[in-house]
């Protein structure tokens, strides 16, 4: 079995940034692919990052690209998402996930969730 743990959220003013873990436990990851969903209030759970178990290849959602970095750390089972000059409407709970696939960016295809981050941007 497979335990995703998220870390690092709270409350911060626009323009802020913050910096999300994910701490991997149980069977290894490699070469699988990881990734971050959030959730908005009223909304649905949507795509914000990716990335390949060797970090060769990383993908973005148009919201964040250039503002958002995620990067991961194969040695110590870890995904980080450092996310720099945040907005309001980057207000979620932030999901980590895992995929037993090599590659994908659709929701549906990842195996594992944690249990989210509460990430709150006031204005």
């Known amino acids: 079995q497979v335990q995703l743990v998220e870390s690092g959220g709270g409350l911060v003013q626009a323009g802020d940034s913050l910096r999300l873990t994910c701490a991997a436990s149980g069977r290894t990851f490699s070469p699988y692919a990881m990734g971050w969903f959030r959730r908005a209030p009223g909304k649905e759970r949507e795509f914000v990052a990716a990335?390949?178990?060797?970090?060769?290849?990383?993908s973005y959602a148009d919201s964040v690209k250039g503002l958002f970095t995620i990067s991961r750390d194969k040695a110590r089972n870890t995904m980080l998402l450092q996310m720099n000059s945040l907005k309001p409407e980057d207000t979620a709970v932030y999901y980590c996930a895992a995929t037993t696939r090599l590659w994908t960016r659709t929701e549906e295809d990842y195996d594992y969730w944690g249990q989210g981050t509460q990430v709150t941007v006031s204005s």
């Open positions: 990335i390949t178990w060797n970090g060769g290849r990383t």
